[in-house]
């Protein structure tokens, strides 16, 4: 390859890395299985209120609903439509699947939001698709998100 092909090319392959290739692939065990979320991955970029409370790295406890499950799920979907960067994937009545992209890497968090109409509880797992660590990432946008929750 020439010089000035190479020259072309070599900020197209950094542009591609940065804006794509940080995106990873959408995984295929998300959703709810036996009335529960998926376990978070032994690395510490990802938070659930399923872990063992004594986990400290991936446990957050639910948060409590009183409004009826209609009311509470429109309010949580309104408030994850006003996130930045964050896409619904898939939500059916009691279930709510996000991705969230972060503005420079472009790395993508699967952010699913589970309403436990039996005990009233609104549970959630928020992981990263690429990587070990988040510095806290997943669980600030899960404070933040849960933070004055009127639901």
Do not use: W
């Amino acid at each position: 390859m020439n010089q000035k092909l190479r020259i072309i090319l070599s900020p197209l392959f950094v542009f591609f890395f940065l804006f794509v290739g940080c995106t990873g692939t959408r995984p295929n065990y998300l959703g709810i299985k036996t009335d529960k979320l998926n376990n978070c991955p032994a690395t510490p970029n990802c938070i659930t209120s399923f872990a063992d409370p004594s986990d400290t790295v991936h446990y957050r406890s639910p948060v409590t609903y009183k409004k009826p499950l209609v009311e509470a799920y429109k309010i949580l979907k309104e408030r994850l439509e006003q996130s930045p960067r964050t896409k619904i994937i898939q939500e059916n009545s009691n279930y709510i699947y996000t991705e969230f992209t972060s503005l420079i890497m472009r790395y993508v968090d699967d952010v699913e939001f589970y309403f436990d109409e039996k005990n009233k509880l609104l549970h959630f797992r928020s992981a990263s698709r690429l990587g070990k660590s988040d510095l806290g990432v997943n669980r600030k946008r899960i404070e933040s998100l849960l933070k004055d929750l009127d639901i």
